[in-house]
C-alpha cells in the first residue's frame, strides 16, 4: 500500500497525519486520502481538482509530471510527499 506523507507544515492548518492508502495512481491515493481526511483536499487541490499552484507532490522523491490529470503512477509501496512548493527570490 502507498503511503500519503503531509508535511509538517500542512498538519499544522489541518490534521493529516501520514496514512496508507490504496490506489495505482497519485489522484486514486490522494482521493483515499481525502477520504480519511477531507479538510486537506482544499489545501492540496483547486476548485477544479488539479494541484494548487504552491504544492508539489513526490513520488519515491520524484517530483510528479502531471499536475492536472495527477495520473503519475505509484508503485504498490509507494512513498508520496506532499508539500508547499518555495519560491521567491
Request: aromatic content about 8%; hydrophobic content about 40%.
Amino acid at each position: 500500500m502507498p503511503s500519503v506523507t503531509f508535511t509538517r507544515n500542512l498538519q499544522r492548518h489541518v490534521a493529516c497525519p501520514p496514512c496508507a492508502v490504496s490506489g495505482a495512481t497519485v489522484r486514486e491515493s490522494l482521493e483515499a486520502a481525502f477520504a480519511l481526511y477531507p479538510q486537506a483536499r482544499s489545501y492540496v487541490l483547486d476548485e477544479h481538482g488539479t494541484l494548487r499552484f504552491h504544492m508539489a507532490i513526490y513520488v519515491d522523491g520524484v517530483p510528479i509530471t502531471d499536475r492536472q490529470g495527477l495520473s503519475d503512477p505509484v508503485p504498490d509501496s509507494g512513498q508520496i510527499f506532499i508539500m508547499q512548493a518555495l519560491s521567491g527570490g
